[in-house]
């Protein structure tokens, strides 16, 4: 008797679904659709910051010499932002030999860092928490000329529940078009009254 069709007729016939390969594939698979997974929730929760492209000036009829300036920026997240620190530069370019440089002031904010702004699915729909208007402590008309400057919004926020970390910034280049007397209308909106 031939021992090698004694081995052959005792080893079954492996099918695929029975194969290194076969596991090899499912793991390949579902390693490959686990990080989808892991990048779309990423995606999803992540902050959401809406500035307003417009600063408003108020104008105290009492005689106050210096004119008050606010900006406006909404939490557009569904969940809380945390940590968030906000800082608005004024930033002159020059050019120095063959490059430009850069120079830039801080400009004082009334507050500049707050602990934690309201998504939307905790929001108060009667005081609409989730909106911040932010006072500047400077008088943007006479620092801001609007030849060479240009001033940026800078937020630093993180997001509460994935920790994903997002830096917002906003550009104002033109002083005419950014001004306006008036104040920022409560609620999810930009409408100057």
């Not at 902050?47 to 939490?75: H, M, Q, W």
Request: hydrophobic share 35%; net charge positive.
């Amino acid at each position: 008797m031939n021992p090698f069709l004694l081995i052959a007729e005792t080893v079954p016939v492996k099918e695929f679904g029975d194969t290194v390969w076969y596991d090899l594939l499912i793991a390949l698979f579902t390693g490959f659709l686990s990080c989808v997974i892991f990048f779309l929730v990423l995606r999803v929760f992540k902050p959401r910051i809406k500035t307003c492209s417009i600063i408003c000036k108020e104008d105290d009829d009492a005689g106050v010499e210096k004119p008050e300036y606010y900006l406006k920026f909404i939490n557009k997240t569904y969940s809380d932002i945390e940590n968030v620190s906000i800082s608005l530069l004024l930033i002159e370019d020059f050019l120095h030999g063959t490059g430009k440089n850069f120079t830039g002031k801080e400009l004082k904010l009334k507050k500049y860092q707050i602990k934690n702004i309201p998504g939307k699915w905790r929001k108060s729909k009667d005081i609409h928490n989730n909106c911040v208007q932010m006072r500047i402590d400077e008088d943007l008309e006479k620092l801001w000329d609007g030849r060479r400057e240009y001033m940026e919004l800078h937020i630093d926020c993180t997001h509460s529940k994935s920790g994903r970390r997002l830096v917002h910034v906003q550009k104002y280049t033109d002083v005419k078009n950014t001004i306006k007397v008036g104040r920022f209308d409560s609620g999810e909106n930009f409408n100057i009254i």
